[in-house]
């Protein structure tokens, strides 16, 4: 009797997500797909902790359900929010053999490679700043690096609604950096932690002093994914290996076709699905 075969389940609160699909399938093209964006309920960065908690795990139900063993919360804000709850209360009552795995350990872990002054910038949604996931966790490995995190509420929105290459972006995303370089001027990296920013890179390079460098979660994370797959040997041989990915919205298809599309780099058809 041939074994069940398991797909990799990817969790937005929306689009973001998609830029870190987009680098682990680059690295791991081999593996199925699916990825689940709760468009509907956008943003998760200003929603409380019970709220995001409840979302996140509506959706990790879902994937489970549709043949997914291993999901990685491509969503900043899950990770922060509901990531540790999920695994220490719930993860248990799925079954053996399951995985919920976050974006932001495998950036911490490696926080002394970004900044050579030991002054780290960290750009993110509300919801993640006052979360202080990333502070605790770079803390742990790393107690000498200062982190001056930074909220910018306008960015999602404006990467949400196509708006990120106007002109009209470069007042937000500037603001918000000298707002982050007046509270501290010796920052020499700037990490993106939030999986929409990477669309307004451009922006940023463009308002952010050419020394400092910038760090984005996507291949890092594809990376660090590769690693736990090499050793989970189990995990890894159960996994489905037919190269596809199927997209699933909470929302409109056509909106998410149009602006997933652009995180992706390709065309992208997606499918309705309730939580």
Known sequence: MTERQYN???????????SILKEIRRTLPEYSYIYLGDNARAPYGTRSFETV??????????????DCNLIILACNT??????RTIQQKDLAHFGPNKRVLGIIRP???????FTKNKNLGIVATKGTVTSHSYEIEIQKFYPDIKITSHA????????????????????????????LLLENPNIDALLLGCTHYPLLLPKIRKYLP???????????????LKQYLSH??????????QSSIIFYTTDS???????????????????????
């Open 8 to 18: 990799i389940g990817i969790f937005d609160s929306g689009f973001g997500g998609l």
């Open 53 to 66: 908690y409840k979302y996140t795990l509506q959706a990790v139900t879902k994937l489970f359900e549709m």
């Open 78 to 83: 899950a990770s922060a929010k509901a990531l």
């Open 107 to 113: 950036c911490t872990e490696l926080a002394n490679t």
């Open 152 to 179: 910018c509420p306008m960015w999602v929105p404006l990467v949400e609604n196509g708006e990120y290459a106007s002109d009209g972006a470069d007042f937000f995303v500037k603001k918000e950096l000298d707002a």
């Open 210 to 224: 050419q020394h400092i460098a910038i760090v984005e979660q996507g291949n890092i994370v594809a990376e660090s």
């Open 232 to 241: 989970h040997s189990d995990l890894e041989l159960s996994l489905k290996k």
């Open 253 to 275: 298809c056509d909106s998410f076709d149009s602006i997933g599309g652009t995180f992706m780099q390709e065309s992208i058809s997606s499918q309705k699905i309730q939580l």
